[in-house]
């Protein structure tokens, strides 16, 4: 079992940064493929960014690619997600999630409660 607890979410203005992070809990970290996904209400689920458990392979949605950034430090059992030119259409609920291997499509085992993060135009 993986706890996932997210913060750094908050207001910030359009072009500003934000990063995310995610606290996770077992000894077992490395060995989980990490990603964020986020959602707007009413709205699906959208894949953002995803690591490998060495952090050696990442992949991110076109929508974000050149201004976010996924990262994960193992010896702290925690992953990233640096925001840069924030947009007021990034504005969502981020969520944390956990796969136990990567495959063509991230499967997700374990997720995180989100946070929220908003951007002003």
């Known amino acids: 079992q993986v706890q996932l607890v997210e913060s750094g979410g908050g207001l910030v203005q359009a072009g500003g940064s934000l990063r995310l992070s995610c606290a996770a809990s077992?000894?077992?970290?490395?060995?989980?493929?990490m990603g964020w996904f986020r959602q707007e209400p009413g709205k699906e689920r959208d894949f953002v960014a995803r690591?490998?458990?060495?952090?050696?392979?990442?992949r991110t949605a076109n929508s974000v690619k050149g201004r976010f950034t996924i990262s994960r430090d193992n010896a702290k059992n925690t992953v990233y997600l640096q925001m840069n030119s924030l947009r007021p259409e990034d504005a969502a609920i981020y969520c944390c999630?956990?796969?136990?291997?990567?495959?063509?499509?991230?499967?997700?085992?374990?997720w995180g409660q989100g946070t929220q993060v908003t951007v002003s135009s």
């Open positions: 999630a956990a796969g136990d291997s990567w495959s063509p499509r991230f499967e997700t085992d374990f």
């Open positions: 077992g000894r077992t970290f490395s060995s989980y493929v």
């Open positions: 690591i490998s458990g060495s952090g050696s392979i990442t």
